[in-house]
Every structure is written in C-alpha cells, then in structure tokens.
T-cell receptor
Framework: KAGVTQTPRYLIKTRGQQVTLSCSPI?????VSWYQQTPGQGLQFLFE???????NKGNFPGRFSGRQFSNSRSEMNVSTLELGDSALYLC????????????FGNGTRLTVT | AQKVTQAQTEISVVEKEDVTLDCVYE???????LFWYKQPPSGELVFLIR??????QNEISGRYSWNFQKSTSSFNFTITASQVVDSAVYFC?????????????FGAGTRLAVHP
C-alpha cells in the first residue's frame, strides 16, 4: 500500500506570496491532518479534515486554510506569506476512531525569503 | 490541559549501548492513547507504537521496548543494543482533550545520536 504522498518536497517563496501544498492520503483513509514543524515551536496541529469537512483547527491565523476533496486528497494554502511561516509542513492520514495512529508523509519544506 | 514532556533534548550513545527515552504526560481523559514516533533525517514521522490507557503491560518489539506506568504518567521507550540506524528524533504524543482524536499534542522530541 502506498504511503502518504506530499508534493512538492521543497518550496522557496517570497514574503507576501501565497502557496498551496498537496497531500494524498493512504488509500482508505478518510481523515487528513496537517502539522507545522519549526525548531522553535516544535510540532503544532494546523487542522484536520474528514469527509471534506474541517473537523478541528489549531491556533493559527486565517492565512492558513485547507480543504479536502471527495477522494480524500487534501490541500493547504498559506496566503500573504511571512518569514515565520518557514517550516516543515507534515500531512498525516488515518482511519477513523480513537487510537488510530497517524501515518505521516515526508513533508514539504517551505522557505520564505 | 494536555501536555507531553520529553525532558531529554539530546542523547548521545555509542553503538550497542542501551538507551531509554523518557516521556511524561498530563491528561484529563480517563481513556486515552499514547504514541511514539521516530523522525529520521528524511523528515517523515514514522509511527512506532501506541498504548491504550487500560493496558499497562510492557511491550517488546525486537530491540524496542516500552514501559507504560499510569501511576507516574510515564511512557518510556528503551532501545536495546542501539545501532547507528536508530539515530533520529523521537517524539511522544497524546491526543488533545478537546481537539478530537487526530489532534495530537507532541513532546519537544529527543534527538538520539548513535555513534559507531
């Protein structure tokens, strides 16, 4: 079974631009979550989608948004990029239910200059 | 509030040494799961184990073992006879109380360096 696929692996953007990251979950997984990882803040939850609906959201500004398609693939968008948005963005998918482990992709490393 | 503490920032060992990574957690849930993940230099977080709060039996998987103690709110991870390939950052995680199953609270991570 193919794992979680994230594209692109690396991105370099300029302040003020916007960016879209893509995530394809493991086949059969309907929940997709996004996390931001930075050296200073560690791993922080961004949001979770299930059946095309945002189910949970972390403490991030409205510049961070996402969506999920009917095939469970998900995208996240960051508008008006700031230097502090430079991070590794990790997508994870899982089966539904308490205790179902998250399976992560390789991440997209975003650098904002 | 939910919280996960990994007090060890970095550990350095020589190959074949045993090493234990500590994890202490706080939760208001009576039923919960705990997880360990490994993050090698490639960046992907690899799921290692989950533990149900009702099951305090220790678990062993090859060179890996886990010691879950509800009384001390600890879920420690031991690697026996460490190898260079074990070098990675290890994270302990707990689902958020109000955030749903997939909103994990991660510890800060412990960077393990295994030297030949």
């Amino acid at each position: 079974k193919a794992g979680v696929t994230q594209t692109p692996r690396y991105l370099i953007k300029t302040r003020g631009q916007q960016v879209t990251l893509s995530c394809s979950p493991i086949s059969g997984h309907r929940s997709v979550s996004w996390y931001q990882q930075t050296p200073g803040q560690g791993l922080q939850f961004l949001f979770e989608y299930f059946s095309e609906t945002q189910r949970n959201k972390g403490n991030f500004p409205g510049r961070f948004s996402g969506r999920q398609f009917s095939n469970s693939r998900s995208e996240m968008n960051v508008s008006t990029l700031e230097l502090g948005d430079s991070a590794l963005y990790l997508c994870a998918s899982s089966l539904e239910g308490l205790g179902s482990p998250l399976h992560f992709g390789n991440g997209t490393r975003l650098t904002v200059t | 509030a939910q919280k996960v503490t990994q007090a060890q920032t970095e550990i350095s060992v020589v190959e074949k040494e045993d090493v234990t990574l500590d994890c202490v957690y706080e939760t208001r849930d009576t039923t919960y799961y705990l997880f360990w993940y490994k993050q090698p230099p490639s960046g992907e977080l690899v799921f290692l184990i989950r533990r149900n709060s009702f099951d305090e039996q220790n678990e062993i998987s090859g060179r890996y073992s886990w010691n879950f103690q509800k009384s001390t709110s600890s879920f420690n991870f031991t690697i026996t006879a460490s190898q260079v390939v074990d070098s990675a950052v290890y994270f302990c995680a707990l689902p958020s109380f109000s955030g749903g199953y997939n909103k994990l609270i991660f510890g800060a991570g412990t960077r393990l360096a295994v030297h030949p």
